[in-house]
């Protein structure tokens, strides 16, 4: 019973000397993930947001671009902060640790340094057998013989000790060096990020104070993209609205066939599992009200997402399902799509062809069309959402890491 109960407490101590290290190991991995995924955003900006016509970009866009991009880094310098904390700790309990081992390990070698000089003065054969023949009795002979057996597997564990402890040591100082190294670039890369950031806020500021000269002209430029939007929504909702009625729906929902809601169900298990609907792109506006970048009292009211991706670049579908309208606006040639999953409906617009069908049965990642490029801006900009029934839904809780 005291044998199980020192094991148990052993293990008890191990465990709350291991459990916090692995903790703070398992944070400083998801600091990392984090910190390489907001360096690909940054990258994705240069890609999508940087290499447009420059010269005929307005200055709310460049404002927009900016503002994203002092965002992106902002966080990334949070990041790498908290990374670097957690590797001073990691670094100091590991110089602890590393003393502790020392100080264990000088003491054996101490111990084993005077079994070795003892065993240096008996060492002979003949003083050995002499030791075993001076005994009283047999027992007491067979108990200095096992002694002396004892006595020499003893100093055998001794020397493997210090053998594995030297060992250990070694990996925990080139640990050390390595997570100091790895401390030092990270500080490198902040304060590379720092100076980038105070030259994108002066950009910022600069821009900002040319916007306040004309900030009657902007607001207006503004308050025409959000009447745009709103009308498009309004459109949406529309196309969505005249579908349900023509399901035979006697609610606000659509009325699903049994193979309809088996696809519904099969769409909401897949809820933060869903493909992008492009192949590779940055987000530059997200879901819901926001505040404008260009700091005036205007909000964004965003029924989606605007995906920012590559010239030529093809929308696709995030789902299985049915083409259940293609809505071409009469002005400007553009196109939305509209693919039903059951009584969820995502739509795919500003499209400059359509390479499907109205009741096209889709597969997913299958590509739908091809995004339009702004004459003006360059941009290609895909406006993405998500509709169950009438109900607007945020992409980025369906779509993964959006």
Request: proline share 2%; charged share 30%.
């Amino acid at each position: 019973m005291l044998k199980n109960t020192r094991i148990l407490l052993i293990f008890s101590l191990i465990f709350l000397i291991s459990a916090p290290l692995m903790a703070q190991k398992t944070n400083r991995k998801k600091l990392e993930a984090k910190r390489i995924a907001l360096k690909k955003e940054i990258s994705k900006i240069k890609t999508y947001l940087d290499k447009t016509k420059k010269k005929e970009r307005s200055l709310s866009n460049q404002v927009k671009d900016l503002s994203q991009k002092v965002q992106t880094r902002e966080a990334l310098i949070n990041t790498i902060s908290e990374e670097i904390g957690s590797i001073s700790n990691e670094i100091e309990k590991n110089s602890k640790e590393i003393n502790l081992l020392q100080d264990e390990l000088d003491n054996l070698k101490s111990d084993y340094a005077t079994l070795i000089y003892k065993s240096y003065k008996n060492k002979s054969e003949e003083n050995r057998l002499l030791f075993l023949l001076s005994s009283d009795s047999f027992f007491q002979g067979f108990q200095r013989f096992q002694y002396m057996k004892q006595y020499t597997q003893f100093r055998k564990n001794q020397g493997d000790s210090i053998k594995s402890k030297t060992v250990k040591l070694m990996v925990m100082n080139d640990s050390l060096a390595i997570k100091k190294i790895t401390k030092s670039n990270l500080i490198d890369e902040k304060k590379y990020e720092q100076e980038i950031i105070v030259l994108e806020k002066d950009k910022q500021e600069v821009l900002v104070k040319k916007y306040q000269k004309k900030k009657f002209k902007y607001q207006s430029e503004i308050r025409k993209k959000q009447r745009e939007e709103r009308k498009l929504t309004q459109q949406i909702e529309s196309i969505i609205r005249g579908a349900i009625k023509k399901s035979g729906a006697k609610s606000k929902g659509f009325a699903l066939t049994p193979a309809a809601k088996a696809l519904a169900d099969k769409f909401i298990s897949n809820k933060g599992k869903l493909p992008w609907p492009v192949e590779k792109g940055l987000v530059t506006v997200r879901f819901g009200r926001q505040p404008d970048p260009m700091g005036s009292s205007l909000k964004i009211e965003s029924s989606g997402v605007r995906i920012a991706t590559n010239k030529k670049a093809k929308a696709r579908a995030v789902f299985d399902g049915k083409v259940m309208a293609i809505q071409k606006n009469p002005q400007s040639g553009i196109l939305s799509i509209f693919v039903q999953h059951g009584n969820y409906i995502t739509v795919y617009a500003n499209l400059e062809n359509a390479l499907v069908s109205k009741d096209d049965k889709i597969k997913t990642k299958q590509t739908l069309g091809t995004i339009h490029t702004n004459a003006v801006t360059g941009k290609t900009i895909l406006k993405f959402q998500i509709w169950k029934d009438v109900t607007k839904q945020n992409p980025s809780s369906w779509i993964y890491k959006m």
